[in-house]
Every structure is written in C-alpha cells, then in structure tokens.
C-alpha cells in the first residue's frame, strides 16, 4: 500500500514541479507565447523537468547496473570513480577554455566522455591483476583513481584564473539548470539508448546476478554483455557528468530502494528503477528550487546530503547480517 | 561421448593435471584426494578455465560450439549455490535452464514454463515452487539446482560433490536422482563420497599424482581403496535403503 502512494506521490511531483520556482507561474498567460509565464515554463522549467528526468534515469539505470554486474551494493559510477573521471574530463576542458570542437557538440562533453570511458578502460585493465571475483578491491581502486581524480582537479584549479576557477567550482557541484531544450533532448536519446540496452539484455543480467560461471555455462556471453552494457552507461553518465557535473547518490540510493519496496530479480527491477531515478532526482531539484529564492543550492549539495546518511545507513544495515 | 587429448591444466603456473587422455563414454565418477584436480578437471571440461590439449564432444571440439550449444549438450551442477540476486522464487530460478533454448531479447515461452512445471513435479518440488531460493534448506537448494539442470536439457550433466553439505537423508534422495538419471543422460560425478560413487556404480578415473588411473570396475574394492587412500576400509556397502 505505502509503495502504491509513493509512486502516485512522485508523479503528482512530476506534474507539479514545472511550477515549482523563484518566479510564479500564472497559468492564465501560459497560452500567451509572449509573456514572461510562457517563456519561463516552456523554455526554463518544462526543459529542466526533462533534463532531470534523463539525469535521473541515466544515474539510476547505471547503479542498478554496475551493481549486479559486480555483484556489490556499493558498486555505482559514483563510488568507481568514473563520475570524478569525467569531471577532471570536464574540468580540463574549461581549463584550457575549448568552445565546440567537432559537429557542435561542447569540447567540455568530449573530455568528460572521455574522462569516464578512459576510467572505465583503466578499471577493466587493473581488474586483471586482482583474482576473479574480488569485487572489494576493485571498489577499493575506484576509490583510489577518485581521490587521485579529486588531487589531479586541485591542480587544475591551481593553474587556473579566478574565472575559470569559478565557472570549475559551480561545475563540480552539479546543477541541473538548463536553457532551451538541446541538452534535455540530447540526454532523452542517451537516457533511452542506455533503458533500451539494458532491457535488451535482462535475461542475461537476471543470470548474471545469480553468478557469473552459472551465466556462462548457461549461455550468456558474460564479457560481451558486461563490456558492451559497461561502455553504453559510460558513454551516458560522461555526457551526463559534462553538462550537469557530478550529482552523486543517485545510482546508490534508487536500486536499493526499488529492491525495499518491490522485491524481484533485477529483469523485474529495470523499469521501476528507471523511473523512480527519473522522479527521484525531480524531488530534489524541485525541493532545491523551492528552497531559496535568492540563489538556488546545487542539486549535487542536495542528493549527497541525502545520500550521505543513506550511505552510512546501507553499510550499518549490511554488517548486521 | 567425451574424448580428451593430451590434457594439461595449469594454475598460478603450477601443473595441476598432465597428459590426461581419457574417453568417457558414458558416464563417469572422479575420485581424488582434496586438492588433486578433481574441480579442475571438470571446470575443463565445461571449458570454463584454459587448458592445453582438446576436448571432444561427440566429435566436435568444444571450442567450436557457440556458448548456447554448449549450454544444450553440458551443464553443471556446483556443490552450492551462490549467489547475489537472492529475490528469485524456484520457479523462476528452475525457468533459467531454458535460457539457450529462448529466443534473444523474447521472454520464455509457455513451453518454457510447461517444462519448468513439469520438471518440478518429477523432482517432487512443485510444492516449493513459490518460495525464494534462500529460504530453502541445502537438500531442496540442490534439488532446485538439479531442475535447473533439467530444463536445459543437456546431454551432459556434471555434478559437483552434490552431497558435500547434506544429511544422510537428503544424501540419499539426491541419490537416488542421479541413478534415475543415469538412463536418459550422461553423468559425470566427482565427489568424495565413496558410498555415493559405489552406488552410482559408474566406471571411475582416480586423481593422483596429476594423471588419471582408470577402472572399469574394480574400483571399490577394500585393498584397492586401502592401497589409493591409506586408510582402512570394512567392505563398503553401497545401499541406501
């Protein structure tokens, strides 16, 4: 029953939230394409509510992702370092200031995709050194190649003007503002890719996350499906992390939700958490929004609070058993 | 029927098992002390690890067949289950079998679910069929592992020491299933279990000194289990009943 009226919740969010801001919407005017209301809501808030949607699905897809084929709760772009990847990526591109580099897509996308992918390629590479199945090292390297991330970006921001410094530090804390509808039109195509793939290959995720021998011997190609899955959400999250910058927590919170409230294997798991990492991340931006009225709080300052103690509560929760 | 050729298998660079040549007919039992290769051997013959040398089945090298052709002529029964995902009922766990038998990306067809049916009732385990996997006791695990078996409906089924973690009662009811199968499959068996072998009553390959000694029969005699193991047997009595 509670599970019934927290999804009927996060819609009425859904629908609600384009209206949710500093300025008040009047819904008389919105069908006058000239004034302030219109342009505001078709323009700022409708695209936003999209974009957020996408990042939602994108962070939440790619958790419930590197969970089971890793077979770890811990386990999300976010905590393997591939997100930091893509903000030193990123941040190496504002750096040296490249505008648009090929076909108009923003040099700062490029380097953040390249950040993410070059991280993923590096963790598959040390993963050989670690004996099979030794998921909590390979953690244990995403953590390092983050905090070696975190230290590269200090002298990024060492090296730059008090500007760049500026625009680099708004960055790192993720924000979900956009104008005009490219970037939530962009990342709906990515955020539909990365759905369409991982619901293509669900039998073979249920069987991975019972055991990877037991997959193979039972006809999944294992490392064709765990490398063509793993670039796909590599691809989305360094496009994602590009435009908005890191928003953390996501990835980690949702699947485990979704598995609290809706126990079943994880092919019975992708859509759920698809949209409640959709609905999910539009609460926060709409709580963030709603907040102040002067300046609005990153929504990366907003899931990690959140995030933090469910953290903590996740590792408490998991030593118990 | 399975032939291995010049067989070498090697860990952390240390040789485990040398110039194996062996031709498996039927069915098969391996024996071996703790450490001796037992595991090894099979995992080759799934092809799970590298190995030197080759594996025929029926003729064709097992490098040949695709991943879903080898899922249709072998399949592998591990000592016990592990694993992550643990929200699966039996049903849904028993349905994996058919996962080389299903069209990609489709779901399984009512045929798929026909045969899962009625491979729980010949197990005797329908009753189960709606519980999670985790909540059953090792004996149901292994009889849920078994029926996974079974749907894929291989030729070939590898069992690991299936009775390593169970009970004299459950010992016996696993066994009693694989001598039933024994007519409409292939079974290969590698186990500690000297009872369960003789009971079995298959041709054995013992492990030792990283070759294989083969015996038709004879296997299960006093002296000679004395001679292989160093320790004293009173005539084995293989009976369950």
Known sequence: ?321 | MIELKNLRCEFDDKTILENINLTIDKHLSILGANGSGKSTLAKAICSLIEFHGEIFIDGKNIHSLSLKEKAKTLSYIPAKLEMYDTFISVEEFVLLGRFAHKKSFFDYSTKDKNITKQTLEFLKIDHLKKHRIDSLSSGEQQLALIAQSLTQQSEIIIFDEPTANLDPHNTKIIAEHIKGLKEYHSIILITHDIHLASFLDSPVAFIKNKSIIYYENEFFKDENLEELYGVKFNSLVAQYD
């Not at chain 1, 009047?26 to 809501?41: A, Q, R, V």
């Not at chain 1, 796909?232 to 910058?245: E, H, K, Q, R």
């Open chain 1, 1 to 321: 029953m509670i599970r019934y009226i927290l999804w009927i919740l996060l819609i009425f969010i859904l629908l609600v939230s384009p209206f949710v801001g500093a300025v008040d919407i009047h819904i008389m005017e919105l069908m006058d394409f000239n004034s302030l209301s219109s342009y505001i809501f078709f323009d700022l808030r409708l695209p936003r509510v999209l974009f957020a949607f996408c990042a939602g699905v994108i962070l939440a897809l790619s958790g419930l992702l590197f969970q089971t084929l890793f077979r770890n709760a811990l386990m999300t772009p976010y905590t393997l370092g591939i997100s930091s990847g893509a903000v030193l990526g990123a941040g190496i591109a504002i750096k040296l200031g490249l505008g648009s580099l090929f076909f108009g897509i923003g040099a700062i996308s490029i380097f953040g995709f390249l950040g993410a992918i070059l991280t993923v390629f590096l963790l598959i590479y040390l993963s050989r050194f670690l004996k099979s199945a030794q998921h909590e090292s390979l953690l244990l390297l995403g953590i390092a190649l983050s905090l070696f991330y975190t230290s590269a970006l200090m002298i990024v921001f060492y090296l730059g003007s008090a500007m760049q410094n500026d625009i680099l530090i708004r960055f790192t804390m993720g924000s979900l503002s956009v104008i005009g509808w490219q970037s939530p039109i962009t990342l709906g195509i990515i955020s539909s890719i990365l759905f369409l793939s991982i619901y293509r290959y669900r039998f073979e995720l249920q069987l991975l996350s019972i055991s990877q021998t037991q997959a193979n011997l039972k006809g999944v190609n294992t490392k064709h499906v765990s490398l063509v899955l793993l670039i796909i959400s590599s691809f989305a999250i360094g496009t994602l992390v590009s435009i908005s910058g890191p928003i953390g927590f996501i990835g980690l919170i949702v699947p485990h939700i979704i598995t609290k409230i809706h126990p079943a294997t994880v092919n019975k798991r992708i859509i759920k958490t698809a949209l409640f990492g959709g609905f999910f991340l539009v609460l926060c931006d709409t709580i963030t929004r709603s907040l102040s009225t002067q300046s609005e709080l990153p929504i990366g300052i907003v899931t990690a609070l959140v995030g933090g103690p469910f953290f903590i509560y996740l590792i408490i929760t998991k030593d118990k058993k």
